[in-house]
Every structure is written in C-alpha cells, then in structure tokens.
C-alpha cells in the first residue's frame, strides 16, 4: 500500500489548508484513514480519523470544528481541511491505514501504511 500526502505549503497565521491523501492500487473507500503530524523531536500525534462508512474521530475531541476530515471515493482521497491555524500546526503531516474499514485510533503503533508526510509551514 503506498499512500501519498500531499497539499502541505507555507500558510501564514490563521490562514487555512487542504491535505489529500490517495494511493495508487489500492481503494481507500473500503478503509479507515488517520491524519497523524509530527514535529521533529516530539512524538507522532494523531488528529483525526475516518472510517470506511464515513464516520469522523476527532483527537481531541475539540479539534473538530478547526479541521475537518473527509473523504471522496470516486477520487480515492482523503482530505482534512484545517482551517485558523496557527505556529502550533507547524509539523508534517501523514496520512496512514491499517486496511480496516471501521477501526479508528489515535495510536499511531496500530498503523502499518504510511504516506511520505507533507510539510506545513506556518509564518507570517
């Protein structure tokens, strides 16, 4: 499974971006698929999730309502949109799946696929 993310650029503070993630061979519309980001030295972070049915995690809860993941079959892409963002969303962001269609987690060790991680900058 190779799964590309991509979308990630310089933003400037309380800007907005788009994130998609495809992958050649294989149908996402039958799996669930996580965002994680990572700053360098700090550990992976999971954001969101969404399982092959549709349904959206949010980790924390409260990130929904700033991101917002979801996803386009006849595409083959995952999105998550993010919106007001601020220095503290300044990472790499990844996309991931482990080829189950209902299984949601913030726990990046549940994951086996991995995109190449798209870079999001925020400066003014």
């Known amino acids: 499974v190779q799964l590309q993310a991509s979308g990630g650029g310089l933003v400037q503070p309380g800007g907005s971006l788009t994130l998609s993630c495809t992958a050649a061979g294989t149908r996402l519309g039958y799996y669930a698929v996580a965002w994680f980001r990572q700053v360098p030295g700090w550990e992976r972070e999971g954001l969101s999730c969404?399982?092959?049915?549709?349904?959206?995690?949010y980790y924390p809860d409260s990130r929904k309502g700033r991101f917002t993941i979801s996803r386009d079959n006849a595409k083959n892409t995952i999105y998550l949109q993010m919106k007001s963002l601020n220095y503290d969303d300044a990472a790499v962001y990844y996309c991931a799946t482990d080829l189950r269609g209902e299984t949601c987690s913030d726990y990046d060790g549940l994951y086996r696929y991995w995109g190449q991680g798209t870079l999001v900058t925020v400066s003014s």
């Open positions: 969404i399982t092959a049915s549709g349904e959206s995690h």
